[in-house]
């Protein structure tokens, strides 16, 4: 089976601006999650999706936003970009949510804001 | 909340050496817990688990033991390759109604031939 894909791999905005970001997950799998990865708050839980449906929220301000589509890809939004927002975006995927299932991470994709 | 504490980096050893990488949580009920691994310009990876008090989790010659006791999940492996370079993340997740995994700070570990 295929892994978990994101796309794009790199990306560069400036401040100000908006971003999507993209995640396939595995074949089979309904469940995606979305984390932040900065040097100094480290993995931070974004938000959970299944069947269409956001189950759990982090702690992150209202600009960050997703969904999910019925083949249970996912994306995620940034609106308003900020410098702190500079992150790599991982998402993951699971058979199932409820927890706690196994995750299956895809190689993220490294925003830069300017 | 819940939360995770590792041991900080971080941490070089020569080929060959006993490794343990520190971890422990804070948690309402009995969250299960993870190691994952994140080898550079990659995602993570999960490297083992474990779902409920005293079960040994193990893969790759790694192993940690859920110590509700203690409330710890120490990484530890016996001896240690330069392939095992990376970043290893402590997690836990709680029991029931999330898939939301709560990471330690990532321990960088640096294997010298």
């Known amino acids: 089976k295929a892994g978990v894909t994101q796309t794009p791999r790199y990306l560069i905005k400036t401040r100000g601006q908006q971003v999507t970001l993209s995640c396939s997950p595995i074949s089979g799998h309904r469940s995606v999650s979305w984390y932040q990865q900065t040097p100094g708050q480290g993995l931070q839980f974004l938000f959970e999706y299944f069947s269409e449906t956001q189950r759990n929220k982090g702690n992150f301000p209202g600009r960050f936003s997703g969904r999910q589509f019925s083949n249970s890809r996912s994306e995620m939004n940034v609106s308003t970009l900020e410098l702190g927002d500079s992150a790599l975006y991982l998402c993951?995927?699971?058979?199932?949510?409820?927890?706690?299932?196994?995750?299956?991470f895809g190689p993220g994709t490294r925003l830069t804001v300017t | 909340g819940d939360s995770v504490t590792q041991m900080e980096g971080p941490v070089t050893l020569s080929e060959e050496a006993f490794l343990t990488i520190n971890c422990t949580y804070t948690a309402t009920g009995y969250p299960s817990l993870f190691w994952y691994v994140q080898y550079p310009g990659e995602g993570l990876q999960l490297l083992l688990k474990a779902t409920k008090a005293d079960d040994k989790g193990s893969n790759k010659g790694f192993e940690a033991t859920y110590r509700k006791e203690t409330t710890s999940f120490h990484l530890e492996k016996g001896s240690v390759q330069v392939s095992d370079s990376a970043v290893y993340f402590c997690?836990?997740?709680?029991?029931?109604?999330?898939?939301?995994?709560?990471f330690g700070q990532g321990t960088r570990l640096t294997i010298n031939p």
């Open positions: 993951a995927s699971s058979e199932l949510a409820g927890g706690p299932y196994e995750q299956y």
């Open positions: 997690a836990l997740s709680e029991v029931q109604g999330a898939q939301k995994l709560v």
